[in-house]
């Protein structure tokens, strides 16, 4: 059965330290990962995807995620954090025809200023 | 450039009621998803709409519903509520079924509790 687990519910940071979550999928076929993010008070928006090439993906806001096919990993990076990126960040993976969307659970990040 | 809009964003209803929630897909897209998050969940999908058709239902029982119109605007119809279906229900369009991009765009979500 197709899964997305992610092993921190809850991170807290200093402005500056360096932002590592992880996702790991279980797929039984071709995948397609993304990181989501929601911002207090605002609704999911897509933060960074990968489907397929070089992988390591940029996003938004200097956020990078490594796709590790041995590792069947996905985990977003930021080499340094700030204030502004206190959110609630979830990994999510789609097989093929994206029909369907599987969730993790989610990361709350909490950066301290 | 209207993003994805729900309605309403909150509501509350008792067990065995009916609850319809609505939604309108970012403008250009054709293809409406619904998602139930609970509280401290991710995002569980229940399903897609395109063309007017449920195209792929996830694991959830037939009291859950919906429906696309014409102009692409959704609605998830709940039946015989139960305590358990209390969570944010989250609308998300796409275009052409996610194949051009990949990509989910999500409203804010109707919060519904069921007492």
């Known amino acids: 059965a197709q899964s997305v687990s992610q092993h921190n519910h809850h991170v807290i940071l200093s402005e500056a330290a360096s932002l590592e979550l992880g996702c790991n999928y279980s797929y039984g076929g071709t995948v397609n990962l993304f990181w989501y993010v929601q911002y207090p008070g605002q609704h999911l928006q897509l933060l960074l995807k990968?489907?397929?090439?070089?992988?390591l993906v940029k996003g938004i806001k200097g956020f990078e995620a490594e796709f590790i096919k041995s590792k069947f990993s996905f985990n977003l990076r930021k080499p340094s954090v700030q204030w502004s990126d206190t959110a609630e960040y979830f990994c999510?993976?789609?097989?093929?025809?994206?029909?369907?969307?599987?969730f993790g659970s989610g990361t709350k990040l909490n950066v301290k200023p | 450039d209207a993003g994805v809009t729900q309605s309403p964003t909150h509501l509350i209803k008792t067990r065995g009621q009916q609850v319809t929630l609505r939604c309108s897909p970012k403008?250009?897209?054709?293809?409406v998803s619904w998602y139930q998050q609970a509280l401290g969940q991710g995002p569980q999908f229940i399903f897609q709409y395109y063309e007017e058709e449920e195209r792929q239902r996830g694991n959830f029982p037939d009291r859950f519903s919906g429906h696309q119109f014409p102009n692409y605007s959704s609605e998830l119809n709940v039946n015989a509520l139960l305590l358990g279906d209390s969570a944010l229900y989250l609308c998300?369009?796409?275009?052409?079924?996610?194949?051009?991009?990949?990509?989910?765009?999500f409203g804010e979500g109707s919060r519904l509790t069921v007492l």
């Open positions: 403008s250009g897209h054709d293809t």
């Open positions: 998300a369009s796409s275009l052409d079924r996610g194949l051009s991009s990949g990509e989910l765009f």
């Open positions: 999510a993976g789609a097989l093929y025809n994206f029909n369907k969307f599987y």
């Open positions: 990968y489907f397929s090439g070089d992988p």
